[in-house]
């Protein structure tokens, strides 16, 4: 959860012009990892519980991609590179 938490607040200063673009991806991202973990925890069969921790693996992959391509850009501090790498 904390994970959400931190990157709401770390891309809250990104430009406007990025609210529809990359500050929305990347809040769509953090919060498939948290979501899917939660929904495989439901799950009956370990087999599920599994698939829906790949999903979230594949949603951090791509969190991770997306928060390394706005530090490169200059939208994201130094700061809140530290706490969200």
Request: glycine share 6%; charged share 25%; proline share 1%.
């Amino acid at each position: 959860m904390q994970l959400v938490v931190d990157v709401y607040h770390a891309i809250g200063s990104f430009p406007n012009k990025e609210l529809y673009g990359l500050t929305r991806q990347i809040r769509r991202a953090a919060v498939s990892i948290l979501r899917n973990v939660a929904e495989g925890a439901a799950r009956k069969s370990k087999k599920e519980f599994l698939q829906f921790l790949r999903i979230s693996q594949g949603s951090l992959s791509e969190l991770d991609t997306q928060i390394e391509m706005t530090k490169r850009l200059g939208f994201l501090s130094e700061e809140d590179w530290s706490v969200l790498d």
